[in-house]
């Protein structure tokens, strides 16, 4: 039976060094703050806007809200990208996506100072990324890097499987492993419909996996005494003994939340595994929070 890694745990763990470090920088007069830029009102935007605001007082940041209607312009939206870039109340600047159609992404991202670009979606502080030079890694890609470091696991000559080729988790992760000096496959849909993807799975001493997909990984997909970090969040139904949805008091199906690996199969054969809910989730709340406070040390020149 595998070492179930507490998420939880480690996230604590985090917690209690970003807390004493803020305590440290705010006797210096320095206080880290985050601020969220949402445009219009996607749901899962506002579920993260609350998450980033309890999290920020957890810790002692300021947490800044810039929430704009749907109709605001590309221009205005840039605009007050603008005035938090000068913010000096604000060390880091979090864009919620999705944005309404009229207005790009990138030009919003192209427009963050790249000091306070605390998830890395500026191109200039990917290419650092790339280069393994300092920069903002990710938050959930330095999540899975964090967790793996904090049970010992080794990375260099290690083979690391990614599954997920995402800009914002598979690609990433796999540049910081790789930064590290372990063997690099990254896998994705198109392995997946090759028929491929197990060829490469079982041959891995750590499987990262980012597809978005419940049940993806099987035990067959998995090597013996591998160390399996699961990413994913999936929504799905409770299910009884004969597969039929179980009902909630009003009638409705409950649901769970589980990650893409079949965590209760492949706890059995993996070394270490991350759990869906209390894994990388949790982990990747406290790397956000680490950002800020490296960007505040940035940007008062003490990095
Ligand atoms: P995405 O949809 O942008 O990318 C999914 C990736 O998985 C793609 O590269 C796709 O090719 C690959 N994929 C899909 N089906 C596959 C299959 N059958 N076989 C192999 N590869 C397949 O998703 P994302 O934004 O990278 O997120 C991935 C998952 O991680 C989602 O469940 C998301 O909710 C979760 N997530 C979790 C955190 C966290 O903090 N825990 C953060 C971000 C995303």
Redesign the pocket.
């Known amino acids: 039976m595998a070492e179930i890694i507490d998420g939880n745990a480690i996230a604590d763990e985090i917690k209690a060094e970003i807390v004493a470090e803020t305590e440290k920088l705010k006797a210096k007069g320095l206080a880290p703050g985050i601020a969220t830029l949402l445009v219009g009102d996607d749901f899962g935007s506002k579920m993260y806007r609350g998450q980033v605001e309890k999290n920020c007082e957890s810790v002692g940041f300021n947490y800044i809200e810039k929430t704009l209607p749907a109709e605001t312009t590309e221009e205005e939206v840039i605009q007050i990208v603008k005035e938090l870039n000068e913010d000096p109340a604000v060390s880091g600047i979090l864009p919620l996506r999705p944005y309404p159609e009229h207005i790009s992404d990138s030009a919003v991202i192209r427009n963050i100072r790249e000091d306070k670009d605390i998830d890395c979606f500026h191109p200039a502080n990917m290419g650092r990324l790339l280069l393994g030079e300092p920069t903002l890694a990710p938050a ?1 890609p330095s ?1 899975c890097i964090e967790l793996l470091d904090r049970v010992g696991v080794e990375f260099e000559g290690a083979e690391i499987v990614v ?4 800009n ?3 690609k990433p992760v796999a540049m910081l492993a790789l930064n590290r000096n372990a063997t690099i496959s990254v ?3 198109f ?2 419909q090759a028929g491929n ?1 197990e060829k490469h799975t079982t041959g891995a001493d750590i499987l990262i996996v ?4 419940a049940g ?1 990984i099987t035990p067959d997909q998995v090597k013996d005494g591998a160390v399996v970090i699961d ?4 929504r799905v139904k409770v299910l009884d003994d004969e597969g039929n949805p179980v009902l909630n008091d009003k009638g409705k199906p409950k649901t769970k939340t589980v990650g ?1 690996v079949d965590f209760d199969a492949v706890k059995d054969k993996a070394k270490a595994i991350t759990p869906v809910p209390g894994g ?2 949790a982990v ?1 709340n406290m790397m956000l929070l680490k950002n800020a406070l490296t960007a505040a040390k940035m940007q008062a020149g003490m990095d």
Not at 163 to 166: A, T
Not at 210 to 213: D, F, Q, S
């Open positions: 959930t999540a599954v997920g080729h995402s914002i988790v598979g896998t994705h849909i392995t997946s993807l980012a597809a978005g997909k993806l990413v994913g969040i999936n893409d990388v989730g990747t």
